[in-house]
T-cell receptor, first 115, second 112 residues
């Protein structure tokens, strides 16, 4: 059973470009979470999605960031017009269901570098 | 979710048990205690979780005090590969689907 998959593992963008990060949850998992880890800081929650629905986006920056989890295919975290401050590791996690009874399993992350 | 307090760092000799404490004195009756770890630059790894009873799996044991205000994660025979930051997290058990709130964690250094 493959774990959570993220791609690309490393992404380099110039200021003003768009970044697309992909996350394929574990088989049988329909709940996806995105977290961001800035250099030398802890992980911070960004957004929680189920298939075709955004459940909680309280941690998402108000501008330039969006996320989706379509009926088919991976979840996508999209960052428009990237700035240097967006450089970070972005981790995706999935769970079989929501709530505190269900553990989240993390992917290896995508390391975004903005030049 | 209740707040947790952990020591910022700990050392452990290879082969010995590592006992990582966590204080969660404001925990509610419907909140689980979770432990994750993050080995340098990797994604967080789920270790174990529990509600009231002590739990054990192939990675670790979780001991929760009777009043549930603190817990201890035990790695019975620490190896160098257990060097990581360990996070104790409290989560509400309802089905609303909630995020993990990572604090500073405990940086465990296993030494030869």
């Amino acid at each position: 059973n493959a774990g959570v998959m993220q791609n690309p593992r490393h992404l380099v963008r110039r200021r003003g470009q768009e970044a697309r990060l992909r996350c394929s949850p574990m088989k049988g998992h329909s709940h996806v979470y995105w977290y961001r880890q800035l250099p030398e800081e802890g992980l911070k929650f960004m957004v929680y999605l189920q298939k075709e629905n955004i459940i909680d986006e309280s941690g998402m920056p108000k501008e330039r960031f969006s996320a989706e989890f379509p009926k088919e295919g991976p979840s996508i975290l999209r960052i428009q017009q990237v700035v240097r401050g967006d450089s970070a590791a972005y981790f995706c996690a999935s769970s079989v269901a929501g709530g505190g009874r269900n553990e989240q399993f993390f992917g290896p992350g995508t390391r975004l570098t903005v030049l | 979710d209740a707040k947790t307090t952990q020591p910022p760092s700990m050392d452990c000799a290879e082969g010995r048990a590592a006992n990582l404490p966590c204080n969660h004195s404001t925990i509610s009756g419907n909140e689980y205690v979770y432990w994750y770890r993050q080995i340098h630059s990797q994604g967080p790894q789920y270790i174990i979780h529990g509600l009231k009873n002590n739990e054990t799996n192939e990675m670790a044991s979780l001991i929760i005090t009777e009043d549930r205000k603190s817990s201890t994660l035990i790695l019975p025979h620490a190896t160098l590969r257990d060097t990581a930051v360990y996070y104790c997290i409290v989560r509400v058990a309802n089905n609303a689907g909630n995020m993990l709130t990572f604090g500073g964690g405990t940086r465990l250094m296993v030494k030869p």
